[in-house]
């Protein structure tokens, strides 16, 4: 699996169908070699995927590579990312690009628009939320814990000031995720894990457990606010980051956000 490369399909096309599939595949294998976890390749997005998988899905590979090429570069009608294109040694097309212009950061910056930059910052956190859920790593590339942008790289910039107000809510964001996952006997390597179904496309729940400590992470790779439902299996819930209470029928998620939560009934573990 190419994480990067499935990741970035997903957000291309608002469809977490074949990331589900692939995360699920991984978590049955029992792999005990915990994976490394990141959102950058250093040799650029390749679209390596499982296309019989996507076809399946009524994707072609060749018009679907190109989709997500378009998609990240920017020339897709609509789409925030800036990604750049460069031609391998082998003549192929590869997409490099910072985390923060491939989640539109870079587009609402010169647009102007705080509501597209809001949107982007939470897409940001949101990735890197997800690669910190999984087993293993997260390796974070250099300039991702502070939303660095290709225009801002270009400049020879990679710790800007983190007292303005994007780049210090990633860095704070960032900070704290570590602080969770390290506090929380659910993200032990040991735990069992497994992808939970949330009945739509546009969202993604996995679920960790170990010594008790019951975690699940939602995901929302959609446009809309999504709404999960996870009944009456589990007990009452707190949000991980924001401490506040959560009904377990109707986890509220904005798009492009996501929610850790856990059993109200463990705080964090500080031993």
Request: overall charge negative; proline content about 3%; glycine content about 10%.
């Amino acid at each position: 699996m190419a994480l990067p490369d499935t990741v970035w399909n997903t957000i291309a096309t608002k469809d977490t169908r074949l990331l589900e599939y692939e995360l699920s595949e991984l978590f049955v294998s029992g792999d005990p070699d915990p994976a490394v976890n990141t959102l950058y390749r250093p040799e650029g997005l390749s679209w390596d995927l499982d296309y019989y998988f996507l076809s399946g899905t009524g994707s072609e590979e060749g018009p679907h590579r190109k989709f997500l090429n378009d998609y990240f570069s920017g020339k897709w009608p609509g789409s925030p990312a800036r990604g750049e294109l460069v031609v391998s040694g082998d003549g192929e097309e590869r997409l490099v690009s910072r985390t923060a212009s491939m989640c539109g950061i870079e587009a609402a910056l010169y647009s102007g628009s705080s509501a597209m930059l809001e949107w982007a910052v939470r897409l940001h956190i949101m990735l890197h939320a997800f690669i910190f859920t999984l087993k293993g790593e997260a390796l974070i590339a250099e300039g991702d814990e502070y939303a660095v942008t290709n225009m801002e790289s270009k400049k020879g910039k990679k710790t800007p000031n983190v007292t303005g107000s994007f780049s210090r809510q990633v860095f704070q964001a960032l900070e704290k995720l570590r602080a969770v996952k390290g506090s929380r006997r659910a993200f032990d390597d040991n735990s069992d894990i497994k992808v939970m179904k949330t009945g739509d496309r546009g969202m993604l729940a996995i679920g960790r457990y170990y010594e008790g400590d019951k975690l699940i992470a939602v995901f929302n790779f959609s446009e809309t606010e999504k709404t999960a439902d996870f009944g009456k299996e589990f007990g009452a819930f707190r949000d991980l980051m924001t401490r506040e209470r959560i009904k377990k029928e109707s986890v509220a998620v904005p798009s492009g956000g996501f929610v850790w939560m856990a059993d109200d009934f463990r705080e964090e573990i500080t031993e």
